[in-house]
């Protein structure tokens, strides 16, 4: 009867070591783990990263994206720009650029074109299209699938999914000097 006794008590501690060892091994030692195995880049992502570039240098009034209005088709205004359309050409060239959109999420797919000249009549605004995509591993969440501020293109081929802006720049008084 004792031996039967020391056998289940040690039967008995067996299983709740195991048991420990099984809990401890499943603890998360690294932080918390995404429970969505594909990281999602939202519409409030792309949107902070554009509000994130504010006033532009040299001076903080010849453009300032905090002031950025979209209009829920996929386009965006900002207005108040410098008159000088070259100093606001010359602001946005070193920021709209793909190396500054390359964070660990999301990428500018090219960097976009900005006319060398101002726009035919002074009063049509500086027109900017920004495309983005999702890095490898990241995807675009529903909030950029279903919603209005991003022109959402899916993926198809070798193509890939591609969130669109299109930045309408207009000047303070409304039309451009130079």
Known sequence: MKHTKNILKSLLITVMALSLLAVS??????????TDPTPKNSEAL???????????PPSN???DFNKIVFDGNGG?????????YAKVKDALEPVLKVDTFNKEKITLTVNPTIPAAKPTT???PLSV?????????YTFDN???EGKKYQYTASSGSAVATAKLTLKISPQDGSWTD
Do not use: Q, W
């Not at 299209?129 to 890095?135: P, S």
């Open 129 to 137: 299209e920004l495309t983005f995509k999702a890095n490898d591993g």
């Open 46 to 56: 792309l949107t902070d990263m554009l509000i994130g570039l504010g006033a532009l």
């Open 61 to 63: 009034t010849v453009i």
């Open 25 to 34: 091994c499943k603890k998360d030692e690294g932080g918390s783990k995404p």
């Open 76 to 84: 965006a205004t900002i207005g108040g720009a410098d008159k000088s």
């Open 143 to 145: 909030s950029i699938i």
């Open 122 to 124: 002074v009063t049509d």
